[in-house]
């Protein structure tokens, strides 16, 4: 049995707009394509847990973290976005889910948090 995903929090690894207001005019995240990867299964590692102890995430992306465990472990990204978009999600942001999910992907994908599958 794998350890579940907690609810984000943050922890100072980065600045973000919902920690600094100010900082929403300089964060550097890329425009979503417009037609892009939302057919694309993402899956939450079985040791996403032990990871996310070993390498500290911000508040954001620990949210889409534990929507994906809350989805049952693995969802379209579509399904994720929609999830994240949600009224009673984790995900405090000025921007939209989908904006978020296109910065942090590549960083999940990259230290083994999630991958993607059909």
Request: hydrophobic letters at 40%.
């Given at each position: 049995?794998?350890?579940?995903i907690s609810s984000p929090k943050s922890n100072g690894a980065t600045v973000t707009?919902?920690?600094?207001?100010k900082s929403v005019a300089?964060?550097?995240?890329p425009a979503p394509a417009p037609k892009g990867r939302n057919n694309i299964k993402l899956k939450l590692a079985k040791n996403a847990a032990e990871l996310l102890e070993a390498n500290p995430l911000p508040a954001q992306a620990q949210a889409i973290l534990f929507v994906l465990d809350q989805l049952g472990g693995?969802?379209?990204?579509?399904?994720?976005?929609?999830a994240l978009d949600a009224d009673e999600s984790p995900l405090a942001t000025v921007q939209g889910a989908?904006?978020?999910?296109t910065f942090y992907r590549k960083?999940?994908?990259?230290?083994g948090f999630i991958t993607t599958g059909v």
């Amino acid at each position: 049995m794998t350890k579940k995903i907690s609810s984000p929090k943050s922890n100072g690894a980065t600045v973000t707009p919902t920690v600094d207001p100010k900082s929403v005019a300089r964060c550097g995240i890329p425009a979503p394509a417009p037609k892009g990867r939302n057919n694309i299964k993402l899956k939450l590692a079985k040791n996403a847990a032990e990871l996310l102890e070993a390498n500290p995430l911000p508040a954001q992306a620990q949210a889409i973290l534990f929507v994906l465990d809350q989805l049952g472990g693995s969802a379209k990204q579509s399904e994720l976005i929609e999830a994240l978009d949600a009224d009673e999600s984790p995900l405090a942001t000025v921007q939209g889910a989908t904006r978020i999910v296109t910065f942090y992907r590549k960083k999940l994908l990259e230290v083994g948090f999630i991958t993607t599958g059909v």
